[in-house]
């Protein structure tokens, strides 16, 4: 996976980074990796030696400066920066960038911003005039790098460690534990700090260059995943001459919308309330989606909604009703949808009438999705394809276009599918007759 890819940049980004551990390294490999030509510019300092990783270096002291790009042919990576002082550049001033928004704006370019400075250290906290971040920035990447965690708050390890010391609660010298650090990440005046309104939000874990690494990193992106709509685990190391990238997981909510809208006219009764172990069989379904971690959960009624908020008046999910239920499962498709966020990362559609669908497949499906960020995921049993499935979010347009009594199967055909192989039939259980309902209520197969 692309850095590109698992940040989901569009072709004419407004980003900019900030923090600490890797932002000039995160923001050449970008670069490289969009299409040419691309415009780099810093609003803080650039070390002299960072200056070779662009094909074009421009200095902007004033305005006026300006009117030398609308003569020149820009081409690759153009690294635009105030005045040379020293062994560093300065800031471009906040004239400058406003124009130069309207200039890529105008030229259709990609626009990378470094908006923030860390001395080289792996972690940092902002000082009272950091980042300083342009207001039309639409995407802000903010950095962290691992090799500072379970290290002590020091200034050998920390940019700012006193501040640091302040706002995530720990003494200086004490060691710098995942629940400190996503305290810093997630503070309004640190790691959430001058982030314009509207802007996407991401956490870039930099640095996870080992398992163990990888693991705390994991741990991290589950206490920052309610601060930041994507949470990204790479190891992002640069030399002269060579990049190397390697980008090991990207965690972003999944929903989960569980399909309950149908009469079951074929059963006689609506299977979705049949009781099981206590409480209708649509409860066990959305209780195993919620235990799962997806966020948020949607059950679409129909013909039977306002008995379905009473059986699920206990669980924190939320209940659609779809009024056109009757004209097939497109329309509780579409319903589902237009109550989940379009910033999520995907969704998983479950079944009403399959309570035992294990939660630990749940999950899998998720952290394959993290993982390698595939258009499809979804279980294959005894050689068959089974429910639940993942679509990820780049696939939801096309559910828009379905009609009838049709589902996403259709998008199996136009979308590449990661499969995950599933070692026994549990998902592909459902009630179908009054015989499986009684099948379902004699066994005592565990379902988790």
Not at 356 to 366: H, N, W, Y
Not at 398 to 410: N, T
Request: charged share 20%; with cysteine.
């Amino acid at each position: 996976m692309e850095l590109r890819q698992a940040l989901r940049i569009s072709n004419y980004p407004r980003l900019a980074l900030v923090g600490a551990g890797g932002k000039t390294t995160a923001l050449f490999h970008l670069a490289r990796e969009m299409d040419a030509p691309v415009v780099v510019a810093a609003t803080t300092h650039l070390a002299l030696e960072q200056l070779q990783l662009a094909d074009q270096h421009f200095v902007l002291q004033k305005i006026e400066d300006t009117n030398r790009l609308d003569s020149i042919a820009l081409s690759g990576v153009i690294l635009l920066t105030g005045s040379l002082e020293g062994e560093r550049t300065m800031g471009l001033s906040d004239e400058i960038m406003a124009w130069l928004d309207q200039f890529c704006g105008y030229h259709s370019l990609p626009l990378l911003i470094e908006a923030d400075g860390s001395r080289q250290r792996p972690l940092k906290a902002p000082a009272s005039h950091e980042p300083p971040i342009p207001e039309f920035v639409d995407t802000v990447v903010v950095v962290a790098g691992l090799s500072g965690a379970g290290k002590p708050l020091t200034a050998e390890w920390v940019h700012r460690h006193e501040r640091f010391a302040e706002l995530s609660g720990l003494a200086v010298g004490e060691i710098i534990t995942s629940a400190a650090l996503a305290r810093v990440l997630t503070h309004p005046e640190g790691g959430l700090k001058n982030i314009p309104p509207g802007a996407r939000r991401i956490a870039l874990l930099n640095q996870a260059d080992t398992p163990e690494l990888q693991a705390s990193a994991k741990e991290l992106s589950d206490l920052l995943q309610s601060d930041y709509q994507a949470v990204v685990i790479a190891s992002l190391m640069s030399v002269i001459g060579r990049r190397s990238s390697v980008v090991h997981a990207v965690h972003e909510p999944i929903a989960g919308i569980v399909l309950a809208g149908g009469a079951a006219t074929r059963y006689g009764e609506p299977k979705q309330l049949l009781p099981w172990r206590g409480r209708p069989l649509v409860w066990h379904v959305a209780k195993k989606a919620l235990s799962a971690g997806l966020s948020p959960v949607v059950v679409v009624g129909g013909a039977y909604t306002a008995l379905l908020r009473e059986a699920l008046a206990d669980l924190p999910v939320t209940l659609v009703d779809n009024p056109d239920w009757a004209e097939g499962q497109s329309t509780s498709v579409r319903a589902g949808l237009g109550a989940v966020s379009a910033q999520g990362g995907g969704v998983i559609f479950l079944l009403a009438d399959q309570p035992q669908v294990p939660e630990t497949l749940i999950r899998t499906l998720v952290e394959v999705h993290a993982q390698r960020r595939a258009p499809i995921v979804a279980p294959l049993v005894k050689g068959q394809r089974a429910n639940p499935v993942l679509f990820d979010r780049s696939t939801l347009g096309d559910f828009l276009q379905l009609s009838g009594d049709v589902g996403g199967r259709k998008l199996f055909s136009k979308y590449p599918v990661e499969w995950v192989p599933w070692h026994n039939d549990l998902p592909i259980l459902d009630i179908d007759t009054p015989e499986d309902y009684q099948k379902l209520l004699g066994t005592s197969a565990m379902s988790t």
